[in-house]
């Protein structure tokens, strides 16, 4: 039976492979050290949990909620908006609850979207950063570019190459998955581009608050001007091990806010009333769970630096996120992530995330979540660093998993 057109738009999900390759191997009783997914194992800090039981046990919060937010669900966000970028935001008309920045970035490219409109988007990049627009009937030209002083030249080509003129710009820093920052000084450029050209900024920034050398990331609406042509997607999954409770925010020019607003009643009826008062009460704290997620990533940062080079496999320090981009080995680059992946499951016992299942310009990377404890990432450097003295040892016996089937 023929696909359906949307479904037939979409590639095969990269990542589902390496999901039934570790199924596979666990229930053979493998001990398979996950570092692949994004999926924080940090519990929810005790204070939102409690808030969340308070608030569950009054039967009048059992209703429909609102899909755009509570009034104090949004105006905490104005408030932490306030504080940390020094941005002052409408509760009323610049901030939308969302169910995480993923359903945030797909409804918004529903809402924005004609047919053929042409989206600027990073490669490499978060997957629904390019497929929520595929899916909406959008066409994406992809930017194989950091940034750096080589991103306004390639916007410039991106201008000119395309027919009809991009609509939008995607912006996602601190990164994932390669965990590059953006400076202040990087956002005026884009954002004096994007006036200039008429485009929309829809800049995620999932991961503001996970950053390990002092520098906080900027937001690209700390830019003077900048709400005219930008919406911005945060989430409270990584900052406050959130990830199951799905609450993020869209924030930032009001017309978007407005569409995307309008979509959603459509389309939802907004989080769980409890989940939403115990997100405002995250917001509105004081900062001390913050920190010490931050603390606990960055020492696994570190630990697993320093592990996975002694194992024999240097992985840059990244500066933010709670990803490392690692380059493949030498010895395995001509396998592409995916096979290279497959053979960390079956002789190491470790899974990673394919680079290739965020962009072609992936391929030659992995994605090393720090989602394990300490004691679980040195574990995971040990297999790695006997696989790799077994495969400079014997490298006939170290075959893709593909070359089996």
């Known amino acids: 039976m023929e696909e359906f057109h949307k479904v037939r738009r979409l590639p095969p999900y990269v990542f589902e492979q390496v999901n039934r390759l570790k199924a596979s191997a666990r229930s053979r009783g493998a001990d398979i050290i996950d570092l692949g997914m994004g999926n924080p194992d940090l519990p929810t800090p005790k204070a939102i949990v409690d808030k969340l039981c308070e608030v569950v046990r009054d039967p009048r919060t059992h209703r429909y909620s609102s899909s755009r937010g509570i009034p104090g669900l949004r105006r905490a966000q104005a408030n932490y908006y306030a504080r940390r970028f020094g941005v002052k935001l409408d509760p009323d008309t610049q901030v939308v609850a969302t169910l995480g920045s993923k359903e945030g970035f797909a409804n918004m490219a529903q809402a924005i979207t004609a047919p053929g409109d042409v989206i600027l988007c990073p490669n490499p990049t978060y997957p629904i950063h390019a497929f929520g627009f595929i899916m909406s009937g959008g066409v994406i030209r992809s930017l194989q570019v950091e940034p750096d002083d080589g991103f306004i030249p390639a916007l410039e080509r991106g201008i000119r190459h395309s027919i009809p003129k991009p609509l939008a710009l995607i912006l996602n820093y601190p990164s994932n998955p390669t965990a590059q920052v953006a400076s202040l000084d990087f956002y005026k450029e884009v954002v004096a581009f994007a006036k200039k050209n008429d485009i929309i900024i829809l800049s995620d920034l999932a991961y503001s608050e996970i950053y390990f050398d002092g520098n906080p990331p900027p937001s690209v609406l700390q830019v003077p001007g900048a709400i ?26 009001e017309r978007l806010i407005s569409a995307l607003t309008r ?22 704290g004081d900062g001390a769970d913050i920190a010490e997620v931050r603390d606990i990533y960055h020492k696994r940062r570190d630990v697993m630096v320093d592990a996975f080079s002694r194992a024999g496999w240097a992985v840059p320090a990244p500066a933010a996120s709670m990803f490392a981009w690692a380059p493949i080995p030498e010895p395995f680059k001509h396998l592409g992530s995916l096979e290279f992946s497959k053979l960390l499951i079956e002789h190491a016992d470790v899974a990673v995330a394919p680079g290739v299942g965020f962009g072609e310009h992936g391929d030659d990377h992995v994605r ?10 040195r574990q995971a450097a040990r297999n790695i660093k006997r696989f790799l003295a077994s495969s400079a040892k014997q490298p006939n016996n170290v075959v893709p998993l593909a070359a089996h089937r």
């Open 263 to 284: 979509v959603k009643s459509y389309l939802d009826y907004g989080a769980f009333t409890p989940i939403q008062v115990a997100a405002a009460h995250a917001l509105n």
């Open 368 to 377: 090393i979540a720090l989602v394990e404890n300490e004691h679980r990432i």
């Open 228 to 253: 005219d042509v930008a919406v911005e997607f945060t989430s409270m999954s990584k900052t406050f091990s959130m990830p199951g409770w799905r609450m993020g925010f869209a924030v930032g020019n």
